[in-house]
């Protein structure tokens, strides 16, 4: 524990990332601050792991819908010890291993939340293996089996598919013996998804923004299939457009990122964005009946809201999901900036982890 001196008396304190207001990640402040004690339902839990999501970067960049306004702790997700409980909770104790959502303020050494936030840690799981799980395997689940409506044996397009939620997307659709094809930005990472995720070097496509549609055509011929069931898309841009074309009829688009916007520096340049989202992919809503295909997009950060839904959903992916999360690079705390841009960059493979 830190403490800060404050009128002669020495105060239990926590360190924090703090953004001074969404705009530029060069804006990320090291902070320290006074530790409340927990509210009658909350709990407080030291830090062991935090995950890092593409979401923290479009917040502190001020292109995330939900970021707040003002000043505000990036990080969405955590693992750790539990320290305190307020007077209310009788599920956790003090030395408890939990894991953790949060509706931001996951970059500190400590967070306190709602109890209903937190789940123990499955049994062998390390902190950081905690603090990868939550997100982005809510979200694998969310697109595949809220919306995507599966068959046993539908052909799956998986975007992104070395990274967190794609890792976890490829281990749902697994389970539910659906037909893969993955894409990813780097030739590099086709070869950690043949030794890591067991897929064949022609299930996986090096994407190319010009010759999308061929990639598509040629990896479709390669793995015997005539089109796609379901499409996981959370890359958007040129991408969008020959992945929908390639719906069987009754197919599925479920859209929830757009990771071909993602600025290159460490803030947005806007006329870019802006010529960008103008050529942005657009479908006609009466095309869509005729040509009988369906686009869905969601956004995780709903779920907070309904937080009945997190225990059942954890215990799907848990029974689904064998292995704990594929943890690709650790930070220290200290380095959050840093590693943050490694995730920018695009060059991660599986979760990117800061360790307190
Ligand atoms: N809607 C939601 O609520 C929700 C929730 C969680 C995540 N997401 C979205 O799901 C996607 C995956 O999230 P994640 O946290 O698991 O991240 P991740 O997949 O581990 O990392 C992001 C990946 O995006 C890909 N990418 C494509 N174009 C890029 C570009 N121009 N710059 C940088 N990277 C680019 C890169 O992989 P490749 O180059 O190999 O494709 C990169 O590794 C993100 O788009 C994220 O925004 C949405």
Known sequence: MIY?????????????????KAGSLAWLRRDREDLADPGAGDVRVRVGAVGLNFADIFACMGLYSATPGGAFTPGLEFAGTVEAVGGAVSVF????????????????THVTVDARYLHPLPPGWTAADGAAFPVQALTAWYAIDELGALHPGDSVLVHSAAGGVGLNALALLRSRHAQVVATVGHESKRAFLVQHAGLAPHQIIVRDRRTFGAQL?????????????????????PFFKPAYRRLHPAGRLVIFG???LMPTSSRPNWLRLWWQYRSRPRVDPLAM???????????????WSQVDRLAPAYQVLTR???APPYIGRRFPFAEAPAAMRHLQRGENVGKVVLEV
């Not at 800060?4 to 001074?20: A, F, H, T």
């Not at 104790?93 to 500190?108: E, I, K, N, W």
């Not at 055509?217 to 841009?237: I, K, P, W, Y």
């Not at 009946?289 to 779920?303: D, P, Q, R």
């Open 320 to 322: 689904d999901i064998t």
């Open 289 to 303: 009946i005729s040509h009988n295909k369906s686009v869905m997009g969601f956004k995780l950060i709903w779920l």
């Open 93 to 108: 104790r003090p030395g408890d291993q939990v894991f953790g959502l949060t509706r931001f303020g996951a970059y500190a």
């Open 217 to 237: 055509d040629a990896a479709l011929e390669a793995n015997r299939l005539t089109g796609f069931h379901l499409v996981l898309d959370s890359v958007a841009g």
């Open 258 to 260: 757009s990771a071909d």
């Open 4 to 20: 800060l001196v404050r009128g002669g008396n020495l105060m239990p304190s926590r360190d924090v990332w703090r953004m001074p």
